[in-house]
Every structure is written in C-alpha cells, then in structure tokens.
C-alpha cells in the first residue's frame, strides 16, 4: 500500500480504540442495565434525572452530547416505562420539560 494511505489503516486511526473502549466499558454495564430494563443511552438520561429531577430537554441533549434524533426515542421508551414524563412549559410551549416520576429516587 502507498505510504500516504498508512494513515488510513484502521489500526492507524485513533478513534477506533476510542470507539473499541467504549463498547468495552458498555458491554462491563450491560448485566446491571439488563435488571434495570435500560439501554446505557437511557441510563445516562436517567442519571441526568436523578440529579436534577426536571430539566429542558434540548439542555438534556447538550449534556448528553446527543441530537434530538438520538434524545427522542430514548425519553419516549422511559415515558413508555412510566419513569418519566415530558410536558410543554407554561411559560413557552415551543420549550419541552421532562421530568422523572416523583416516585424514583437515588436510594
């Protein structure tokens, strides 16, 4: 191969270990995610709802680093799940608040 396509060799590309590692520390959380009934993805949301309680939802994205594509059907699912819920703000309906169901704690 040509020297100036080394660079694109996988194993030359930081971000497949990034990529790898993360699926790693993902796959050690799986056997508690699966009694919890959650994805990692609405694990960290939940985390966000624990501290927090209520909070925007494009805040919740900007916190997560994911796009409202991505945030969507994630709180969809824990709505599904009755353990959240997302409304309109009173003061803005263009503004969606989600907050955790009162009966969730971090105990």
């Known amino acids: 191969m040509n020297q100036e396509y080394e660079a694109l060799k996988l194993k030359n590309q930081l971000c497949f270990p990034l990529y790898a590692a993360s699926r790693e520390v993902i ?4 056997p508690y995610l699966d009694a919890l009934n959650l994805t990692y993805t609405q694990y960290i949301a939940m985390m966000v709802f624990w501290e927090e309680q209520k909070i925007n939802v494009k805040a919740l ?3 997560l680093f994911l ?10 699912s824990l709505e599904a799940k009755g353990l959240i819920r997302r409304f309109r703000c009173a003061e803005d309906e263009r503004v969606l608040i989600a907050d955790r169901n009162h009966h969730m704690t971090m105990e």
């Not at 796959?27 to 799986?30: A, E, F, L, S």
């Open 27 to 30: 796959k050690q959380y799986r």
């Open 61 to 63: 994205g900007k916190k």
């Open 67 to 76: 796009d409202s594509g991505t945030l969507t059907p994630v709180l969809k």
